[in-house]
């Protein structure tokens, strides 16, 4: 019965293979080949980013990982148990949820508007670990300390939050499983500047502390340098360029990561035309 | 350049040389907010000379996007405006009917989502002609040929067959483009972008910029670039006016804004932004979170209470815009803590030792 030994998630233990490995995954839409051939690997405590513009095939990567979309092709395998094909009970999508959760993009739509930030955090603790309501009501004030969300917050609805302190809820939602990985798909995008400083130095401290690892979905270069130690790039559903995250943004080797890079405004920048128009392989048509 | 004879028979913006082509003084906006008429905008003074670009940088609820509103005249019902507006040396506040209408051709915008500004059952042509056949009385097949030849400017080659498609035929940077030729066809001299790349790809903001800085360069066209980006509107723009909580704190040339800034926040806002060269071993968040407008007290800082630099006199008034080393700067301290901004905090205790 390997089920029962379950390694404590989130706590560090275990910390031999891969939290996660995904090797040759494919994904078809119809005529459209949205992932393709992609594989890579997430160490524990490390954090991995995958770069890409609209339509690369990022977002669609992560929905497969966490089940939302079925891969046409490929293995996806968590913790050394297979998940490329959907969770046959509901036992094995709990087991699945506390191995890898997601943080979406948006956090006015991802939280459900009639329940509390508490009321979130405690149905996830009831569900994945079926606490009794003393040592839940605990643990939701040691995630609502480790988010920086105040007592008022944490009984508060998502109307009654910024869009920074929603994300912190969302983070702690997606913590009080003790995942073993966080996906973020462009978690910290939508947030403004002041805020989203607050949110990564709030991703690094609970890495150093959970040893979670991250899979950091994002077209920010400046954020996925500053979260992530390795990175893989990906255009139309085909990854071009991966290695360390210094390495790939200091020296980009392919043409499309070197345009990626060129792209960014930055001190003394001038955007140029010619040199971008002739780079253009899209007609413009979706 | 065939599209510059629209001028003809409208009316005409007389401005002097040396004189700015929009001026606001003083611009206040209440408006109905929770139940309550509440200030959204408080003294805001800002001039955009003739081919100049001046940003515009906040957060949210900072009023940017509603300064650009107020000057275009789509504010509200129930808005209370006070201070002035001028454009080529007209009081925009007075104009109505067909002026006011010659002054949006003059004036035009651009917006962040152009689908959310695009009727989805009209062709792309239908929407690009519409100011030039209705406003300017140009006949159809005329307007049609400046609009294709505009698409051209934009790097939109095909523009015959682009006129016949509908908006959900075109990516959102290719409708981006569009946007950006429609609002050109009535040849403005001053062009209000409103976080027109926000939406869009970094590689296709990227390339939008470019068109957008060349086209401006060109027509001569001065602009207005609202964006949450201060890197962004630095690399583009010869001035920005950066704004906090509904009042500009601080009015900067680009060049200097980043790496000399005048005001505490302006300084916090580029510290705390990742850098794409180095990874910091923690970034320099501000504490708390951006005030809107409406929620900003009259009689203090309303930066103080995230300031690292706040002192007792931050508390005790709304401070002026004075001028400093050539910009602007709204600080009680701004003098005094003048060339230690980029050190943080604690620098700043030592000078005051």
Known sequence: MPDLVTP???????????????????????DLVAVDSVSFTVLQARSLAIVGESGSGKT??????????????????????DRSSPARSARERRRRGSEVQIVFQDPYTSLDPRQTAEATIDEVLRLH????????RAR??????????????????????????????????????????????????????????????????IRDSTAVSYVLISHDLAVVRQLTDDAIVLHRGVVVERGPTPRVLDSPEHEYTKRLRASVPRPGWKPRRGALLGAREDSGTP | MSAVQAGAGRAEATVRSGEPLLEV????????????????????????????AVGLVGESGSGKSMTARAIDRLLPHGAEVSGEIRFGGADVMALSGAALRGFRNQVAMIFQDPRAHVNPVRRIGDFMTEALRTNLDVPAAEANRRAADMLGQV????????????????????LQRVMIAAALLTEPKLLLADEPTTALD???????????????????????????????AAAICDRTAVMYAGQIVEVRESALLHDDPLHPYTAALSAARPDIAQTAARLAAIPGRPLSAFEAPDSECAFAPRCPHAKDICRAENPELISLDGGLSRCARAIELRGHLLAGPAEDGQTDA
């Open chain 2, 25 to 52: 003084e003083g611009l206040t906006v209440r408006l109905q907010v929770e139940g309550a008429q509440r200030s959204v905008l408080r003294d805001v003074s800002i001039s955009v000379s003739p081919g100049e």
């Open chain 1, 129 to 136: 670990h079926g606490w009794p309501k003393e040592r839940r």
């Open chain 2, 202 to 232: 970094v590689t296709t903001q990227a390339e939008v910029m470019a068109i957008l800085d060349d086209l401006r360069r060109e027509f001569g066209l001065a602009m207005l670039f609202i964006t949450h980006d201060l890197e962004l």
């Open chain 1, 60 to 81: 669609t990567i992560a929905r497969m990982i966490v089940g939302l979309e079925r891969p046409t092709a490929g293995r996806i395998t968590s913790c050394g148990r």
């Open chain 1, 8 to 30: 404590q998630p989130g706590l560090g233990g275990n910390g031999d293979g891969p939290v996660l490995e995904v090797s040759g995954l494919r994904k078809e839409f119809g």
């Open chain 1, 140 to 205: 939701i004030d040691e995630l609502a300390g480790l988010v920086g969300l105040d007592e008022r917050q944490v009984r508060a609805l998502p109307r009654a939050l910024s869009g920074g302190q929603r994300q912190r809820v969302a983070i702690a939602r997606a913590l009080a499983a003790e995942p073993r990985l966080l996906i973020l798909d462009e978690s910290v995008a939508a947030l403004d500047v002041s805020i989203q400083a607050q949110v990564l130095n709030l991703l690094a401290d």
């Open chain 2, 155 to 174: 790097g939109i080659m095909d523009g015959e067959r682009r006129l016949r498609q509908y908006p959900h035929e075109l990516s959102g940077g290719m």
